[in-house]
């Protein structure tokens, strides 16, 4: 009995403990871990939201770069890391392709803590402005004219583009020849220069592209045509069920205490809820996007089961 009691003291003390760390929360730096490389969009969203979660947390958040194997060794880092709310990850939709694709050393569910999305948007499907191709009609007559007669740029195996496009030709009934290339921005190169024709692409380096008319936007990713983009259909029309919208969001290692998950959930959100922050993801046709961590947590779910299925059916061999 008096065992029983020691125990059961201990334990309460351990639940106090606890809850007095997340009261004190945050009481030094954060390090929210970027998996690309500094420069990019995600790093600038990054780096403009740290100061925003940091004015309202009344600590430095500071944008850690893990860049290298599709992020995968950012993913490991942070879910080796003490589950504490002092190294979290701003990551991509590209998490739940590379999860689908290969075999980690982590559970990509069990061992994180989702905290909130903060945008999405979707992929756009591009071709060179002196392509035949003017509209998605012509898009998919084209390649069941004439199977594989069109090249595909993707940043990378197992990339959200990548998929993107494997689930649109599973639900169309066409085929393409995919290539992949190291990064966005060499994919549409290859796209201005006609060594591919045809891109699921998205980002800021797209928009001048296409505002130029060096590119021309077919078609959208998304269910149903997108608010910045309204007069571009929906892939949908055309291949029903392969609709996707791409995301960002930001999580933690597994075992985070609630009170610290519910600290960061409303920093990040009202970072995302200014306008600075909204007008920044609109130029990148982007959408705010704020959840409950719950909420996130079953995007995840969601998006990993549905690349599973498509690799399986597209015959993908696991990493």
């Not at 892939?235 to 597994?254: K, R």
């Not at 909420?295 to 089961?305: N, R």
């Amino acid at each position: 009995m008096r065992k029983m009691t020691k125990i059961l003291v201990a334990l309460v003390m351990c639940l106090f403990a606890v809850q007095a760390r997340a009261d004190d929360y945050p009481s030094r730096p954060i390090r929210l871990v970027v998996p690309f490389d500094a420069g990019g969009s995600v790093d600038t969203i990054a780096r403009v939201l740290a100061e925003k979660v940091r004015q309202e947390l009344g600590q430095p958040v500071i944008v850690e770069n893990r860049g290298g194997a599709g992020g995968i060794i950012a993913f490991q880092e942070v879910v080796n890391a003490k589950p504490d709310g002092y190294t979290i990850i701003l990551g991509a939709s590209s998490y739940t392709t590379i999860a689908a694709l290969y075999n980690l050393s982590f559970d990509p569910v069990k061992d994180i803590t989702p905290i909130t999305l903060i945008n999405h948007g979707p992929l756009i499907i591009t071709v060179n402005a002196k392509s035949p191709v003017k509209n998605l009609a012509n898009f998919v007559q084209a390649l069941k004219a004439n199977p594989h007669s069109m090249s595909f740029g993707a940043p990378g195996v197992g990339s959200a583009s990548d998929f993107s496009a494997y689930r649109f030709e599973q639900a169309s009934g066409t085929s393409m020849v995919h290539v992949p290339y190291k990064s966005d921005g060499l994919v549409l190169e290859a796209l201005l220069s006609g060594e591919i024709q045809v891109a699921f692409a998205s980002g800021p380096a797209l928009v001048p592209m296409l505002t130029s008319g060096m590119l021309r936007a077919v078609a959208v990713t998304s269910p149903t045509p997108w608010p910045t983009l309204p007069n571009l259909p929906s892939i949908t029309t055309v291949a029903p069920g392969s609709g996707y919208v791409a995301w960002h969001g930001v999580w933690g290692p597994a075992g985070m205490p609630p009170a610290v998950v519910a600290k960061l959930n409303k920093a990040f959100d009202d970072a995302v809820e200014s306008p600075d922050v909204q007008k920044l993801f609109r130029t990148d046709l982007r959408e705010p996007a704020t959840s409950t961590p719950q909420e996130f947590g079953q995007v995840i779910v969601h998006d990993i089961a549905q690349w599973k299925a498509v690799a399986k059916q597209a015959n993908l061999k696991l990493h």
